[in-house]
């Protein structure tokens, strides 16, 4: 099981990602969360609300490809990992519902 982390810009788009991770099974499970960013951009510091998504995987590399064809940022923050510990019954949960 591995955990693919990326950010919107706002509640509707991050749902929608969501929604849409779940139904062509890149993830079994989807948690987003409203979180205020902060970060460097064309040389200047940018504070933003964003909505964090965690995106629960059998196979990170799938769901990544996939943010990255449909991501509406131009340098989105994609990355993933893979928990130390899980249990075994989560685990199998999510394998068997992401591809």
């Known amino acids: ?3 693919v982390y990326t950010s919107l810009s706002n ?5 929608k990602f969501a929604k849409e991770a ?9 948690f987003y969360y409203k979180v205020s960013s902060l970060y460097f951009w064309k040389g ?4 933003e ?4 998504l965690e995106l629960k995987c059998k196979n990170a590399k799938n769901a990544i ?8 940022y131009k340098c989105p923050m994609i990355y993933s990992i ?3 510990a899980v249990s075994k019954k989560y685990e ?8």
């Open 22 to 30: 779940i139904k062509k099974k890149f993830a079994a499970c989807v």
């Open 11 to 15: 509640k509707k788009i991050a749902q």
């Open 65 to 72: 490809k996939w943010l990255e064809k449909t991501h509406p």
């Open 49 to 52: 609300d964003e909505w964090l």
């Open 44 to 47: 200047k510091i940018c504070k």
């Open 92 to 99: 199998k949960w999510v394998k068997e519902n992401s591809k």
């Open 1 to 3: 099981m591995q955990i």
């Open 82 to 84: 893979k928990p130390q």
